[in-house]
Nanobody, 123 residues
Framework: QLQLVESGGGLVQPGGSLRLSCSAS????????VGWFRQAPGKEREGVSC????????NYEDSVKGRFTISRDIAKNMVYLQMNSLKPEDTAAYYC????????????????WGQGTQVTVSS
């Protein structure tokens, strides 16, 4: 199974910002819808944001609306998640996924996954 690769995670104070990147290895990412998910220890993997294959449609989980922005650069085969005004409850491993379904909440619907990048928000 081909995978995506996430980068950009780290430790940040509450109110800070991070930009996560998602790159494709071995396939063309712009053929697929892309989603960002996160998973904290002991919790289910949670959908955070989605973007259509063309970039023309986006969706956000209520808890991140107004703070996070998803975007994609077709030429660079990349998808980004800009995270502003970070809160401790945003702490999780963040994963990007690609697939044919737009913004599916079911993990099994996504064809490609990255290994995750850790985001820790703490003072």
């Amino acid at each position: 199974q081909l995978q995506l690769v996430e980068s950009g995670g780290g430790l940040v104070q509450p109110g800070g910002s991070l930009r996560l990147s998602c790159s494709a290895s071995g396939f063309t990412l712009d053929h697929y819808n892309v989603g960002w998910f996160r998973q904290a220890p002991g919790k289910e993997r949670e959908g955070v944001s989605c973007i259509s294959s063309t970039g023309g449609r986006t969706n956000y989980e209520d808890s991140v609306k107004g703070r996070f922005t998803i975007s994609r650069d077709i030429a660079k085969n990349m998808v980004y998640l800009q995270m502003n005004s970070l809160k401790p409850e945003d702490t999780a491993a963040y994963y990007c996924a690609a697939g044919d379904y737009y913004c599916s909440g079911y993990v099994s619907h996504w064809r490609y996954w990255g290994q995750g990048t850790q985001v820790t928000v703490s003072s």
